[in-house]
């Protein structure tokens, strides 16, 4: 998973390994010839890039992706402990990891408090001694960990009873199989559910959460098609009070932010409700676009938390940063299949393994 930054980490990797090279074996600085150092002494100019004064590169050469560390720059990294990064350096590293992430799907909204926070970490010097690669990513990891939110028990904290959870998103997102999945996980924590099918608009919906329900033996409320939703969460709801049941899992029909009436039915089921908590499931493979689809959910109704479906089948990654850097809530999980068990708690351990 999450290969595409795996590359990066390498790509950079290699940038520093020419870096390390060139401190490591510093340039011998030759005496002056007799005649020259008869002239005029000037003074001093510090520069900042190895690049020679009087020398304007050839025009045919094509620019080098990495300059060489300034003299400053290589003096400090010969007597620490590590190497420095010149300035035009840290520009390279940025330019090549804005490319990469925006490849994998991070959204721009996010790119400039990513790569900023990276850069800083990488101007405090990268250890000599260390594996390259592997700082590399464990500072970028360190950034996004940073800025990522974490709550993994939001969930399952949850004093209401029944819990009511409301899922949205868009048609064939994942709204369906994630509340199977996350009816099995309420199960196998002892604890009670009952599945209201509330996407009373998608062909075949009802029949596919009947057969999950069927199969992991919990009660679900359902109607006709073309039926009043809210109705249905309504009798869920009340069916889960009547036997005590801790969660009430709400299955909506799939809507584009861009459809009113649509909109306007969930805004209902909201009012009426009254849901503890509205989870927006997201596709991996949703891109860049999904902040701007999510920004309309968030404005009308709310979003409390994200679960990420499909991530089997993308493995790029920048969907679940975006909207949880973007949005400052918690992704819940990530969906990692087709089955009932595929579902992983989105924490630094399982991230930190999604880019090895
Ligand atoms: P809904 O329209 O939002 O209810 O979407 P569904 O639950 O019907 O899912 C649409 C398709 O995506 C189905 O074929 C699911 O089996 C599939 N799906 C859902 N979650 C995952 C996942 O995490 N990984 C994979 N590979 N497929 C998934």
Redesign the pocket.
């Known amino acids: 998973m999450f290969k595409l930054l795996k590359s990066a980490f390498s790509k950079v990797a290699d940038v520093l390994k020419s870096k390390k090279e060139s401190i490591e074996k510093p340039e011998v600085i030759k005496a002056p010839p007799l005649e020259e150092s008869k002239q005029e002494i000037k003074p001093k100019v510090e520069i900042e890039e190895s690049v020679p004064i009087n020398k304007a590169p050839p025009i045919h050469k094509e620019k080098e992706i990495v300059s060489a560390p300034s003299f400053k720059t290589k003096l400090k990294s010969l007597f620490s402990e590590k190497i420095y990064l010149s300035e035009n350096d840290l520009k390279d590293i940025k330019e090549k990891f804005e490319i990469v992430l925006l490849q994998s799907d991070f959204s721009v909204e996010i790119l400039d408090s990513i790569l900023d926070n990276f850069i800083a970490k990488l101007k405090s010097g990268i250890e000599k001694k260390k594996n390259m690669d592997a700082e590399i990513k464990e500072k970028f990891l360190e950034t996004l960990f940073e800025l990522v939110t974490l709550d993994k028990n939001i969930l399952f904290s949850t004093q209401s009873k029944p819990a009511k959870i409301l899922f949205v998103?868009?048609?064939?997102?994942?709204?369906?199989?994630?509340?199977a999945k996350l009816a099995r996980m309420i199960i196998d924590n002892k604890k009670s559910v009952v599945m209201a099918a509330g996407?009373t608009f998608?062909a075949a919906?009802i029949e596919?959460l009947k057969e999950h329900a069927n199969n992991l033996k919990v009660p679900i409320i359902a109607g006709n098609y073309g039926s009043d939703p809210t109705s249905i969460a309504f009798d869920a709801v009340t069916f889960a009070k009547n036997k005590n049941i801790d969660y009430v899992l709400i299955?909506t029909a799939?809507r584009q932010e861009t459809n009113p009436s649509l909109m306007n039915e969930l805004k209902k089921m909201k009012r009426v409700i009254n849901p503890d908590m509205v989870i927006y499931?997201a596709e991996s493979i949703a891109g860049q676009a999904v902040v701007n689809q999510v920004k309309e959910f968030e404005k009308e109704i709310g979003v409390n938390a994200f679960i990420i479906?499909?991530?089997?089948?993308d493995t790029k990654g920048g969907t679940a940063f975006s909207l949880n850097i973007y949005f400052k809530k918690p992704i819940l999980f990530?969906?990692?299949?087709?089955g009932y068990n595929?579902?992983v708690l989105f924490e630094k351990d399982n991230i930190g393994n999604l880019f090895e």
Not at 169 to 175: E, F, R, V
Not at 309 to 313: E, M, N, Q, S
């Open positions: 998103g868009p048609n064939g997102c994942g709204k369906t199989t994630t509340i996407d998608r919906s596919q299955d799939g499931v479906t499909k991530a089997d089948v990530l969906g990692t299949g087709q595929d579902l």
